[in-house]
């Protein structure tokens, strides 16, 4: 980090000067650098789908030839990239095994593009398993040069719901999709994920949080625990996620490119799609004693369910595009100079930062299981998640996976100012959180 000082005298100020970032380019419709393809000519088919992927796999091979990001730790049991793109075109394979190599897949293009503004830094991949079933990889960076802390999770685990957890599912979704269970058996499982959460040095560079999830429940009398990864078809299933960006100082262009490009791949699915998980996501990641939300939004969605294949579809082109939607403005806002004014009160905002509210015991069983790391505020994770509580005090929980979203250093003042001066940026931000606008 470099400082500079401006002014003279008393009325010296500090500044702060990041390191320039890497001149990668992302457009608004590629994952991958300098690789553009026209989102309008794309069509959710198969066909199409097949050709991206190729040519993805092609520029991130020319890529790779070029730069690999540094990474230290275990990487234990990692597909190559040709096996996972097979798995994930190939309509006969289950959807958990689908799924499963996309958020693999996807894990390593977001590490990959993180470190590309990041070059000097490391993330540290640790792989684990889950004694009862499953495992996953935490690919976490702390103390870089661009980001203060940034950690990509994937988990795929299996198991067996007790007859309480499932009592609360069939009460939270259509009763009778749980119509053919007996009430008292226990459910086997399978669920996969993945989770992030980026916290940047500069307090111009917003925050963002992702997560994509994928849930199956079994017939107990055709599946056993290590049966939820054969060929039967779940009787429940459901994808859940969304994506947010919480910024310290608001940029209405930063905002406009995050939900523009939200809603396109969202449109191309169902135009009612995008205002739809818009207002979930808004009331969502409201902070009642606050009377604010965390941030400027995104989507949010659960329980979704009917046609797999289209919805997959849907989970894969908001996840391709994630990278074309955040590092454009980490790449403007790097460059800015602030003041210990500013970062003041980016630790302030982080303050509001950490889990949000679980509404379901499904989200309780999904947070233990480190799928679920939805990053909220630390006030919303000491006040009102019962599900980091819950994780927290259950024996045999991932404590550092549970805990991955929390910043390294955040702020809270007694009755601070900050926010409450007359057309200050601070108080614009606010007034963007008390009443959410919309951006696309």
Not at 27 to 50: A, E
Not at 76 to 83: K, S, V
Not at 230 to 247: A, I, Q, R, S, Y
Request: hydrophobic fraction near 35%; glycine fraction near 8%; charge should be neutral.
């Amino acid at each position: 980090m470099r400082t500079l000082v401006e002014g003279g005298g008393g009325g010296r100020t500090k500044l702060h000067l990041p390191p320039r970032p890497l001149p990668l380019r992302f457009s608004s419709t590629s994952s991958s650098p300098h690789f553009r393809v026209s989102s309008s000519s794309l069509l959710p088919g198969t066909k199409v789908r097949g050709l991206l992927a190729s040519l993805t796999l092609v520029a991130a091979g020319i890529f790779s030839a070029f730069y690999s990001p540094k990474v230290t730790g275990k990487k234990a049991g990692r597909r190559t990239e040709q096996e996972l793109l097979v798995m994930i075109e190939d309509e006969k394979q289950p959807m958990r095994e689908r799924m499963s190599a996309y958020i693999e897949r996807l894990q390593g293009e977001i590490v990959t593009g993180l470190s590309s503004l990041d070059p000097s830094s490391e993330f540290q991949w640790d792989h684990w398993e889950r004694a009862s079933g499953g495992s996953g990889t935490s690919c976490i960076l702390q103390d870089g040069a661009v980001f203060e802390k940034a950690g990509v999770n994937v988990s795929i685990v299996h198991g067996h719901l007790p007859p309480a957890a499932v009592s609360q599912m069939r009460h939270r979704l259509d009763e009778d999709r749980f119509g053919w269970w007996d009430g008292k058996s226990e459910l086997p499982f399978f669920a996969c994920g993945i989770s992030l959460v980026v916290h940047p040095h500069n307090p111009y560079a917003p925050t963002v949080h992702l997560n994509y999830r994928y849930f199956e429940i079994h017939d107990p009398a055709v599946q056993d625990v290590q049966g939820t990864r054969g060929v039967e078809e779940p009787k429940v299933w459901w994808f859940g996620g969304g994506t947010d960006l919480t910024p310290s100082y608001l940029f209405e262009e930063d905002a406009r490119h995050f939900h523009g490009s939200l809603k396109a791949q969202c449109d191309r699915h169902d135009a009612s799609f995008y205002p739809a998980f818009k207002a979930w996501c808004d009331r969502y990641f409201l902070i009642p004693h606050r009377n604010e939300r965390r941030g400027i939004g995104g989507i949010f969605f659960d329980d979704l369910s009917g046609n797999p294949r289209h919805l997959f579809n849907l989970i894969r082109d908001l996840g391709d595009h994630f990278l074309p939607s955040y590092l454009p403005i980490i790449q403007r806002r790097q460059w800015m100079r602030f003041s210990d004014h500013q970062k003041r009160w980016q630790q302030l905002r982080r303050g509001r930062y950490g889990n949000p509210t679980l509404s379901s015991l499904k989200h309780i069983i999904s947070s233990l299981l480190i799928l679920c790391v939805l990053v909220g505020t630390v006030e919303f994770n000491l006040v009102y998640d019962r599900g980091t509580k819950f994780g927290l005090a259950t024996p045999g929980a991932r404590i550092e996976s549970i805990l991955m979203s929390l910043p390294l250093t955040s702020r809270w003042e007694y009755m601070s100012e900050l926010g409450t001066e007359e057309e200050s940026a601070e108080k614009d931000l606010l007034e963007v959180l008390k009443n959410p606008r919309d951006w696309a």
